[in-house]
């Protein structure tokens, strides 16, 4: 069983930026496909950022040239970094942890961004 803790969400004004942290309690992040999902009041979850085990990423398309995720130099570590926000990335964002090649996922509790002025 893997446990994700995220932090860093919180309230920022639209063109701010946030920075995300994911937490695993294990060194997997080199191994499994970790990524950020978000998902707003009434709307299904969908995929904010993806970076695989050999560190091969891929963003969704409302946030592609404004959000960077990256990996710590521990090996338990994901980070987003959110530039020039939105009031539409206003969301619960979840980190999540897959292991290749299978079903199986972990998910966090996830952290509340909300962009407002």
């Known amino acids: 069983q893997v446990r994700l803790v995220e932090s860093g969400g919180g309230l920022v004004q639209p063109g701010g930026s946030l920075r995300l942290s994911c937490a695993a309690s294990?060194?997997?992040?080199?191994?499994?496909?970790m990524g950020w999902y978000r998902q707003a009041p009434g709307q299904e979850r969908e995929l904010v950022a993806r970076i695989t085990g050999d560190g091969s990423t891929n963003y969704g398309d409302s946030v592609k040239g404004r959000f960077t995720i990256s990996r710590g130099n521990a090996r338990n570590t994901v980070y987003l970094q959110m530039d020039s926000l939105k009031p539409e990335d206003t969301s619960l964002y979840y980190c999540?942890?897959?292991?290749?090649?299978?079903?199986?996922?972990?998910w966090g509790q996830g952290t509340q961004v909300t962009v407002s002025s």
């Open positions: 999540n942890a897959n292991i290749p090649r299978t079903t199986i996922n972990y």
């Open positions: 294990a060194s997997i992040v080199v191994i499994y496909t």
